[in-house]
Nanobody
């Protein structure tokens, strides 16, 4: 499956963005999805993950209550709604997919990932 993330941009602190991830695979419901981010000089870190049908989600403590992951399998899309953005959220955001239904919070557990989208939050 090929993944393409978009929706990033420059936003002021306290603002919102909605990231979208389009999957090429026609049976995207076979894959659990995840969002990760990587800031300059730092390792890629887990942001959020969602099960195949969207019934189970997980969010990193640093984004809990501010970010929400969701999906629409009919459209082969995964989303990340980001509210109350902070400067420390600045990073390149990547969507990833893994075969199966188990939520994994490490990027090593994913089979597919695409080019990221840059999110920059100004103070």
């Amino acid at each position: 499956v090929q993944l393409q993330a978009c929706g990033g941009g420059l936003v002021q602190a306290g603002g919102s963005l909605r990231l979208s991830c389009a999957a090429s695979e026609g049976t995207f419901s076979y894959y659990a999805g995840g969002w990760f981010r990587q800031a300059p000089g730092k390792e890629r870190e887990f942001v959020a993950a969602i099960s195949r049908r969207g019934g189970i989600t997980s969010h990193a403590d640093s984004v809990k209550d501010r970010f929400t992951i969701s999906r629409d399998n009919a459209k082969n899309m995964v989303y990340l709604q980001m509210n109350s953005l902070k400067p420390e959220d600045t990073a390149v955001y990547y969507c990833e997919a893994r075969v199966g239904d188990v939520i994994v919070t490490t990027t090593a557990g994913y089979n597919y990932w695409g080019q990221g989208t840059q999110v920059t939050v100004s103070s």
